[in-house]
């Protein structure tokens, strides 16, 4: 399994090899990367924060197989996210992959994405590890705190929050666009935000996420918002569904120009 990173990345990621484990980590998190021994990140049966070893609940969850926090030094604290397959595929193959490099790709797009402007996490480091057949695979990005998934906040906030937080959605999206991003599933567990919507929207799990020039074309940007859409409806989010044109509003917002990447 081989890593082909772009050249305008090459001074900011190194690629570790070892054994089957093809590795690639920013140079900044490397000290990190090598404490946590993360390059076997992919093994791990049960993620948890470092004080959990010492007997604490582990407060940190989600997606489908779980998160890892660790600290990072003076980045603060990144999250490990190992790869997991869901709907019904899951029931036979839970971690395996057979195609592609989905870790590595998906470190690269976040990684283009942010240079141009977008608000997305800042990608640390991506491993993956032949199994025969197939790969398994793990992600690391940099903590984001005090920023709950937009369904969290949505279900609980008030009329002035959920106004704020569906306006910094729309922004966020349309920047997200702008720089040429197109999500595989936007939903409202797939943007973080924070709880009185005073702070940037993040858009997150950028797993086979289209990265195109020029901005996103508007049939497949307005595909993303009625996706979005859909899963307020699923989510039983009301209140959001009846606010819509708060986001909408923020999305017309007309943001910078991205820088080229």
């Known amino acids: 399994m081989g890593a082909h990173l772009p050249e305008w990345m090459a001074g900011e990621f190194t690629v570790i090899r070892a054994g089957r484990t093809t590795a690639v980590v920013r140079h900044d998190f490397l000290d990190s990367f090598h404490r946590h021994r993360l390059v076997d990140c992919v093994h791990a049966p049960r993620l948890s924060l470092p004080e959990a070893r010492q007997g604490f609940e582990d407060p940190v969850r989600g997606g489908r197989g779980g998160i890892r926090v660790v600290t990072a030094g003076p980045l603060g604290e990144a999250v490990v996210r190992p790869y997991r397959r869901g709907g019904w595929v899951e029931t036979f193959n839970r971690r395996r992959y057979f195609l592609g490099n989905r870790a590595i790709s998906e470190l690269v797009s976040t990684h283009r994405l942010r240079r141009r402007g977008a608000p997305v996490p800042e990608a640390l480091a991506a491993v993956q590890s032949?199994?025969?057949?197939?790969?398994?695979?793990?992600?690391?990005?940099?903590?984001?705190?005090?920023?709950?998934?937009?369904?969290?906040?949505?279900?609980?906030?008030?009329?002035?929050?959920?106004?704020?937080?569906?306006?910094?959605?729309?922004?966020?999206?349309?920047?997200?666009?702008?720089?040429?991003?197109?999500?595989?599933?936007?939903?409202?567990?797939?943007?973080?935000?924070?709880?009185?919507?005073?702070?940037?929207?993040?858009?997150?799990?950028?797993?086979?996420?289209?990265?195109?020039?020029?901005?996103?074309?508007?049939?497949?940007?307005?595909?993303?918002?009625?996706?979005?859409?859909?899963?307020?409806?699923?989510?039983?989010?009301?209140?959001?569904?009846?606010?819509?044109?708060?986001?909408?509003?923020?999305?017309?917002?007309?943001?910078?120009?991205?820088?080229?990447a």
């Open 130 to 260: 032949i199994v025969r057949p197939g790969y398994e695979a793990c992600l690391v990005t940099r903590r984001i705190p005090k920023a709950p998934p937009a369904a969290v906040v949505l279900a609980a906030a008030s009329e002035p929050s959920r106004t704020r937080v569906l306006e910094s959605m729309g922004r966020a999206i349309r920047v997200f666009h702008e720089a040429g991003g197109i999500h595989a599933d936007l939903n409202a567990h797939n943007i973080l935000v924070s709880e009185e919507g005073d702070g940037p929207a993040i858009v997150i799990d950028l797993d086979r996420v289209a990265v195109v020039a020029g901005g996103a074309p508007e049939r497949r940007a307005r595909a993303n918002l009625r996706r979005l859409r859909r899963s307020l409806d699923k989510l039983g989010l009301t209140e959001a569904l009846d606010d819509w044109d708060q986001l909408e509003r923020g999305y017309a917002a007309p943001p910078d120009p991205p820088p080229a």
